[in-house]
């Protein structure tokens, strides 16, 4: 007889150090003049399948099934089968280029006082591909504070004063902007509120004073012509870091602060 169905079990693709995966096909249409003129189903390519789910052979088989297939009894799937391996998640080699990605780090909480276990973690990459690795840290004062390593060196910034350098807005404006949507989340107002407040408190009131405050407290690590006034190095340090995806103008318009990826 010629076996007209040939059905692949997770047991086999263990064995066979393969993947456990199926056809991913998808239904194009497609019109000339706006008028239809068929649909063409394309293979898209291959997928992996997760154990148990409603795609897998071992779905809704009973116990004495999963056994002849290979499976513990009460198998509970949920997982990938990648090279033969059992893998949750997908492994990755390197973070995803400019894609903002929470965690949670107990060694975190050794950075510093007030520092937390919770933070945002970002691979910025630019256009000519070169790239900095940076941090958001959440203080238990509810303030934010980005991390970022310049010449092998880790160094800190309240994200408030980057906030300040990159737009010309006022306290009252910016404030506007990052609140919009959490009007009745009393915590968050304040907590944008307190990252506002530490940047007066330094004298640092226009975008000027911040370029210049933060040119001042870098021009040594960052190794600048002496020519170069205390504003450009501030400009410069904001072209480094990468935080915002978008260019520096000083007649950036209100949807700037609504870009901001973190």
């Known amino acids: ?70 499976e513990e009894e009460e198998e509970m799937g949920g997982y990938f089968i990648i090279n033969g391996i059992e893998k949750v998640i997908r492994m990755m080699i390197m973070p995803r280029r400019n894609f903002p990605l929470a965690m949670i780090k107990p060694k975190w909480k050794s950075r510093g006082p007030g520092y937390t276990q919770y933070g945002v973690s970002m691979h910025c990459v630019r256009d000519e591909h070169t790239s900095v690795n940076m941090t958001l840290h959440y203080l238990d004062s509810g303030s934010v504070m980005v991390n970022f390593i310049y010449q092998k060196e880790l160094f800190f ?20 902007e990052l609140v919009k949507g959490k009007e009745d989340d009393t915590f968050y107002k304040n907590c944008v509120s307190q990252m506002l407040r530490l940047v007066t408190e330094d004298g640092c009131v226009t975008q000027k004073q911040v370029l210049i405050f933060l040119g001042q407290h870098f021009r040594v690590k960052l190794n600048l012509p002496d020519w170069f006034s205390n504003e450009r190095v501030g400009e410069f340090l904001l072209k480094y870091v990468q935080l915002f995806r978008i260019r520096l103008n000083r007649s950036q318009h209100y949807g700037a602060c609504g870009k901001i990826m973190f």
């Open 1 to 70: 007889s010629v076996c007209k169905e040939l059905k692949v079990y997770p047991a086999e693709c263990r064995g066979r150090r393969s993947t456990y995966r199926g056809k991913l096909t998808g239904d194009i249409s497609w019109s000339v003049n706006g008028i239809p003129k068929g649909i063409i189903k394309q293979t898209l390519g291959n997928i992996p399948i997760m154990v148990k789910s409603k795609f897998c052979h071992l779905h809704s088989l009973s116990p004495k099934a999963l056994i002849q297939h290979h």
């Open 157 to 176: 910034i309240p994200l408030g004063f980057l906030l300040k350098a990159l737009v010309g807005f006022s306290d009252f404006q910016i404030f506007q």
